[in-house]
């Protein structure tokens, strides 16, 4: 058998709430899928067709870990987003089986480099650099859906240094969780360990050093992480 030139990277994981670690494949995020923050971003949030961007998954950054401030920007943002973690893969996943592929979910961050994205969109360039980036992925620790069923509402909050930033439910995406696991199967085959970032909702604004992020969502979990 050949042998690696040099060691194979590690496998970026996410704990589970109640013991195990979920191996992470790939990290696909939702655009525009709060009607508020799309408004809030000057779009305008009628129903059009959702669309994906990626992040890679050693990205990610685990529950109580610190988050890096990254480098090339000076307006980093926090978007506080519901996370669908996958268990079986599919592709061409069906509206009303979709729940099926789901394993758990989780609370999460989809850190974005707000100034890279708006010079980004202004040119008609790709956004990997603004939403890709070495530690855009704080996600805290997955709950299984054995456990917490598949929610649908409840109150989906972030806090900045104690301050409510960030406040809306669940109910209200655009698109919901099983829509957007049967649209995104049909661009690619979902594979177990891929997380879905489910969009966020109005309030985004920028971090600094020394920030404390504490987002929940009722009946999901936590996610937390300082930016140092
Ligand atoms: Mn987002």
């Known amino acids: 058998m050949e042998h690696y030139v040099f060691a194979p990277p590690g496998v970026s994981a ?74 079986m893969g599919g592709t061409d996943i069906d509206e009303a089986h979709a729940l099926d ?12 480099r707000r100034d890279l994205q708006a010079s980004a969109k202004k040119a008609g360039r790709p956004w990997d650099m603004s939403k890709g980036f070495d530690h855009s992925a704080p996600i805290g620790d997955i709950l299984p859906a054995a456990t917490i069923g598949h929610p649908a509402s409840g109150l989906i909050e972030l806090k900045v240094n104690g301050k409510v930033r960030q406040s809306s439910d669940l109910s209200k995406m655009i698109w919901s969780v099983p829509e957007t696991i049967a649209y995104l199967s049909r661009q690619v ?25 504490e987002g929940m969502i009722v009946g999901v979990g936590s996610v937390r992480t300082k930016i140092v």
């Open 14 to 87: 996410v704990p589970v709430s109640g013991g195990g670690l979920f191996p992470v494949r790939r990290i696909f995020c939702v655009g525009r899928n709060y009607a508020e923050h799309v408004r809030e971003m000057g779009g305008d949030p009628s129903r059009e067709e959702p669309f994906f961007f990626t992040k890679p998954a050693d990205a990610l950054v685990t529950e109580g870990s610190a988050t890096p401030y990254p480098p090339a920007t000076s307006d980093l943002h926090h978007e506080m987003e519901l996370v669908v973690a996958i268990g």
């Open 101 to 112: 592929h789901v394993f758990g979910y989780a609370a999460g961050l989809d850190m974005t």
């Open 189 to 213: 085959r979902l594979g177990a360990g891929d997380l879905i970032m489910t969009g966020t909702p109005e309030g985004v604004a920028a971090v600094v050093r020394g920030d404390l992020l």
